[in-house]
C-alpha cells in the first residue's frame, strides 16, 4: 500500500484548488506514467499572487522571530513527514528511498538554523555630524521557481528565505516532479497563514507567466541558463529583483600527493551522488599524470561496484537519469565522446531496462573540444583529464562560461587553500566537493548564477535595504 494519498491539489490561499486540465507524471525508473499532477491556468496564477498580496501586508508586520517559529514549525512537518512523502519523491524523482528521506530531514535541519540568523537592521556610523542606520524590509511578493534534481531541497530553501525575512511567496515546481511540492503546499496548510505560501503545478508556461506578472517583485530561480536568461529578460520588464542559480562545470583538480583510495571515494561520490544531476556536481576530473592510471582505476572500480537500479529497491545507491530529455542528452554526450576516441573506464551504455538507467560512466582521453569537457552533462558522466603542470590544470578549470564551484585535493592543506582561491567559482573546496551549509553563501560566479542563497548575505536578497540618515542623538560626541 501506499504510504501517500494520490490526491495532488495547489494551494491557494491556504486551500485545496485543483484545475479542470492536469498532465501525467512519468516513473523514470518505469518509464510509465504513474499520476495525473493539476495544471495551473493563467487566472489561478492571478488568484496566488493576490492571495500572497493579501497576505503580505500582515505577514511583513509579523515580527522576524515570530516568523522563524512558523518556519521551524514548517521544518517540524517536514521532518514527521518525511517517511510518509518519501516514496512519492522517489516515484517521481527517480533517487533511492534514503535518499529521498534524507532530502526532506535536511531540508528541515537547514531551516531551523537559516531561520535563525539575525535580519535585522545596522547602525553604520553615530556620532559626528549625522546618524546613519540600515534597515532592511521584505519586497512583497517572491515567485519561486524549481528544477527536478531536489525538488524538496530547492523548494524548501526558497520557501524559508522568502518567508522568514517577511515576503509571501507563489511557488511553481518542474512539470517533471511537482507532486511531492504539491504536498509541501498541503503541509503548510495547517501551519502558516493563509496565502503566506502558495503552490501551484504547470508547465514551462507558468513559470513564464510568473516572471513576467506585474504582481510578483521578485523570482527566485533554479534551474538551466537558457531558462535563467529568459526569467531575467521577462523581469526586466517590471525591474523585478532576481535571484539565479543556474548550472555548472564544476573541476576537481587532484595534485599526486593525495591518498589514491580515500580521494577517489569522495570523488567519485562528489561526481556521481544523485545520478550526477546537481549543479555542483564534478563534472571535470583533473588528476595530475604521475597518478592518472591508478586514480582512473580506483573511480572505475568504485563505478563498477556501485548498484544501480529502481530507487525502491533495498541497495540501490544510484537511481535512473529523471526524464527522457536529460537521458538522450547523456546519451548523445557519451556518443560523441566515443567518437573522439575516448576510453570508457566504466559504464558507456545504458542499461537494458525500461527505465532512463545510466551506470557511472568515466571516460579518459578527452580534452578541450570535446563536448562532455565543454557542456554540463548533469548525469552520471564524467570526463577524466590528464595534466602535467598544475598552472595548467587551473587554467583549463577556468576556462568555461561557468563558475559554480570547483575543489583542489591534496594533502598539502596550505597549497590547497592557495589554489582553491584561483578558482574562478563561487565556492572552492580542498579535500570535499558539494556539501551545503546554511551559515555560507552560496551563488554561482560567471554564467552559473547571480545573487546568493544561504547565510544573511543569501537572506538580504529576499530584502530591500533602506538607508535612514538624520542628525545625531543629542548625547553623541560633536563633530570636529
Ligand atoms: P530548466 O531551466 O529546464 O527548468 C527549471 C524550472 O524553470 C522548471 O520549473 C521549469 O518549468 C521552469 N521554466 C521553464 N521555462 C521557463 C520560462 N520560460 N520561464 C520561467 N520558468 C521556466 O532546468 P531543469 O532541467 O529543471 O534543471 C536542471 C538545471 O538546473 C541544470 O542546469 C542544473 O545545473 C541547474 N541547477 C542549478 C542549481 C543551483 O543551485 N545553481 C541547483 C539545481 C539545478
Not at 591518498?259 to 561526481?271: E, H, V, Y
Not at 535512473?320 to 576516441?341: C, E, H, K, S
Request: glycine share 10%; proline share 7%.
Amino acid at each position: 500500500m501506499r504510504a501517500f494519498t494520490m490526491e495532488f491539489t495547489h494551494t491557494i490561499n491556504g486551500l485545496a484548488v485543483s484545475s479542470e486540465g492536469d498532465f501525467e507524471v512519468i516513473d523514470p525508473a518505469t518509464a510509465r506514467g504513474f499520476a495525473r499532477c493539476p495544471d495551473a491556468t493563467r487566472e489561478q496564477l492571478d488568484q496566488a499572487v493576490a492571495a500572497a498580496r493579501r497576505a503580505f501586508g500582515q505577514w511583513r508586520r509579523t515580527p522576524a522571530a515570530e516568523r522563524g517559529e512558523y518556519v521551524r514549525a514548517f521544518a517540524a512537518a517536514l521532518r514527521a513527514s518525511a517517511t510518509r512523502l518519501a516514496p512519492l519523491l522517489t516515484q517521481e524523482q527517480g533517487k533511492p528511498l534514503a535518499a529521498a528521506t534524507s532530502e526532506f530531514l535536511r531540508s528541515a535541519d537547514h531551516i531551523d538554523v537559516l531561520s535563525t540568523i539575525d535580519i535585522g537592521g545596522e547602525l553604520l556610523r553615530s556620532g559626528g555630524r549625522d546618524k546613519v542606520e540600515l534597515h532592511y524590509r521584505p519586497l512583497g511578493v517572491v515567485g519561486a521557481i524549481t528544477p527536478w534534481n531536489f525538488p524538496v531541497v530547492l523548494a524548501v530553501w526558497k520557501i524559508a528565505h522568502a518567508i522568514y525575512t517577511g515576503n509571501t511567496v507563489v511557488l511553481k515546481p518542474s512539470p517533471y516532479t511537482p507532486l511531492t511540492t504539491l504536498k509541501l503546499g498541503e503541509l503548510a496548510r495547517g501551519i502558516l497563514p493563509p496565502g503566506v505560501l502558495n503552490v501551484l503545478a504547470g508547465g514551462n508556461d507558468l513559470g513564464a507567466w510568473m516572471s513576467e506578472h506585474p504582481g510578483i517583485d521578485k523570482i527566485s530561480f533554479t534551474g538551466s541558463g537558457p531558462t535563467g536568461k529568459k526569467v531575467l529578460r521577462s523581469a526586466s520588464s517590471s525591474l523585478k529583483r532576481v535571484t539565479l542559480e543556474l548550472g555548472g562545470n564544476d573541476a576537481a583538480i587532484v595534485l599526486p600527493d593525495v591518498d589514491i583510495p580515500k580521494a577517489a571515494q569522495d570523488i567519485f561520490w562528489g561526481a556521481f551522488n544523485n545520478s550526477g544531476q546537481i549543479c555542483k556536481a564534478i563534472k571535470r576530473i583533473y588528476v595530475h599524470e604521475d597518478i592518472y592510471a591508478p586514480m582512473g582505476n580506483a573511480l572505475a572500480a568504485i563505478a563498477r561496484a556501485t548498484k544501480v537500479g529502481s530507487g525502491m529497491e533495498p541497495g540501490v545507491q544510484l537511481g535512473p537519469v529523471q526524464n527522457r530529455a536529460q537521458f538522450d542528452i547523456v546519451n548523445a554526450l557519451i556518443d560523441d565522446a566515443r567518437r573522439q576516441g575516448g576510453e570508457f573506464l566504466s559504464g558507456g551504455e545504458p542499461l537494458p531496462l525500461p527505465g532512463y538507467f545510466i551506470p557511472p560512466t568515466i571516460v579518459s582521453g578527452l580534452g578541450k573540444g570535446s563536448r562532455l569537457v565543454e557542456e554540463e552533462p548533469f548525469g552520471p558522466v564524467v570526463p577524466l583529464i590528464r595534466y602535467v603542470s598544475v598552472d595548467d590544470a587551473l587554467d583549463q578549470a577556468n576556462d568555461t562560461a561557468f563558475g559554480l564551484s570547483g575543489s583542489i585535493w591534496t594533502v598539502d592543506i596550505e597549497q590547497g587553500r592557495a589554489l582553491a582561491a584561483r578558482l574562478e567559482v563561487g565556492t572552492a573546496w580542498v579535500n570535499q566537493h558539494g556539501g551545503s551549509d546554511p551559515h555560507l553563501p552560496f551563488g554561482g560566479a560567471k554564467a552559473s548564477g547571480m545573487g546568493h542563497e544561504n547565510a544573511l548575505l543569501g537572506l538580504r536578497d529576499y530584502m530591500q535595504l533602506s538607508v535612514v540618515q538624520s542628525p545625531p542623538d543629542p548625547s553623541a560626541p560633536a563633530a570636529k
